[in-house]
């Protein structure tokens, strides 16, 4: 039986959060109530606990979960059912009413569900959806690239830079998945990382000579698509250089940056818009590298309002996340299972703002995991 409280961290002031005790969610519509076992922690989990994020100051955090279907809402397809093992993500520390991952249960868009297969661990299931259906939107958004499902009949180069990053890393797998070859930028204590899971080449992106040994390799095919995974102006400037001057080169961005090229085609894709929510829409600022979220009545230079057609995109990348895992074709990020639960949280959100984590994940095991 389904308990009516549970434990969560929960958003207390600026930069600061309890675990505290709290009603569970109910599933709505279209909706799967989810107990957690395992969560993971995304750099937008210390960004949201920062002034003017959400509407209710006493949110609960987390984006990115494992666990197994407690039970379904009304209109929910009958292929989801209680007992399932799952992963997700939703939209983290922003009301009462979306709620978050670092509970003991959560309330999700039972449409936008990954299946979890035995074989993965919750820990290891808790890093993907996040992340990964970053990768995918930064992919097949505003691009209309070879997928893994339809893979490329003739083979092209794609630049990944910062490949070690959470989102780098599915990049890496699902550009290769797809059928394609994969040049990447990492630190060089990463480089085995990359080629672990599918690069075809690695270079450090500190080297001042990263510009030209990527086009040495390249040769005669030149790259006309970058996927920039660290989004940064200092990422931005040599990722055009790669691309040189051949007209319709394009770059996906994960973070709102110019690119400096006007000759280049760039977009940010804010994964929030996936969650394709009636009239929920977000503006997004640089306020000291950080982005920031917040309602429409706050005015930015980038409104990203609901739409339908992200909602579907959506939808699409759980089916096929779905069908790579059962193949067991792709590899979660390395994690970092952290002791004591959820109740060392505030000290872990402040080691990664610190810009501590590198290459792996912080996660939590929040339930005592059921027998697989």
Not at 66 to 88: L, T
Not at 245 to 252: C, I, K, P, S, T
Not at 345 to 358: C, F, L, N, P
């Given at each position: 039986m389904t308990p009516s409280s549970m434990k969560a961290v929960v958003k207390t002031g600026t930069g600061k959060v309890e675990v505290k005790s709290v009603k569970?969610?109910?599933?709505?519509?279209?909706?799967?109530?989810?107990?957690?076992?395992?969560?993971?922690?995304?750099?937008?989990?210390?960004?949201?606990?920062?002034?003017?994020?959400?509407?209710?100051?006493?949110?609960?955090?987390?984006?990115?979960?494992?666990?197994?279907?407690?039970?379904?809402?009304?209109?929910?397809?009958?292929?989801?059912?209680?007992?399932?093992?799952?992963?997700?993500w939703l939209d983290g520390c922003w009301s009462a009413e979306d709620g978050g991952a670092f509970a003991e249960y959560t309330v999700v868009d039972a449409s936008l569900l990954v299946d979890?297969?035995?074989?993965i661990s919750f820990e290891s299931g808790s890093t993907l959806c996040f992340a990964a259906f970053t990768a995918c939107q930064a992919l097949w958004q505003n691009q209309n690239l070879p997928t893994p499902l339809e893979p490329a009949k003739t083979s092209f180069p794609i630049l990944v830079w910062g490949g070690a990053g959470a989102v780098g890393q599915y990049v890496v797998q699902l550009i290769k998945l797809s059928g394609l070859q994969v040049i990447t930028t990492a630190s060089p204590q990463n480089h085995e990382l990359m080629k672990k899971i599918g690069a075809d080449a690695v270079f450090d992106y500190k080297d001042p000579e990263v510009v030209s040994k990527i086009k040495s390799f390249c040769g005669d095919q030149e790259l006309s698509v970058a996927i920039d995974c660290a989004s940064l102006p200092e990422s931005v400037l040599p990722i055009s250089q790669c691309l040189?001057?051949?007209?319709?080169?394009?770059?996906?961005?994960?973070?709102?940056?110019?690119?400096?090229?006007?000759?280049?085609?760039s977009d940010f894709s804010l994964i929030y818009t996936l969650l394709g929510k009636v009239g929920l829409s977000f503006c997004v600022r640089f306020f000291s590298d950080v982005i920031k979220f917040s309602k429409p009545q706050t005015k930015g230079p980038y409104e990203y309002p609901a739409e339908a057609k992200h909602y579907e995109l959506a939808k699409s990348f759980a089916k096929m996340?779905?069908?790579?895992?059962?193949?067991?074709?792709?590899?979660?990020?390395?994690?970092?299972?952290?002791?004591?639960?959820?109740?060392d949280?505030?000290?872990?959100?402040?080691?990664?703002?610190?810009?501590?984590?590198?290459a792996h994940r912080i996660v939590y095991s929040i339930n005592e995991s059921p027998a697989s």
């Open positions: 569970v969610p109910q599933p709505g519509r279209g909706q799967a109530l989810v107990k957690v076992f395992a969560a993971a922690q995304n750099p937008c989990d210390w960004m949201k606990l920062k002034d003017g994020w959400g509407e209710s100051p006493e949110s609960v955090c987390g984006h990115d979960f494992a666990g197994v279907i407690e039970r379904v809402g009304p209109d929910v397809s009958p292929e989801r059912k209680a007992g399932q093992r799952v992963a997700g979890l297969p035995d074989s040189g001057d051949r007209e319709g080169a394009y770059v996906a961005l994960v973070m709102p940056v110019q690119v400096p090229a006007k000759h280049i085609k996340f779905s069908q790579i895992l059962k193949e067991d074709k792709i590899q979660a990020n390395p994690t970092r299972v952290v002791p004591n639960g959820l109740a949280a505030q000290s872990w959100i402040d080691y990664q703002e610190q810009g501590k984590v590198r």
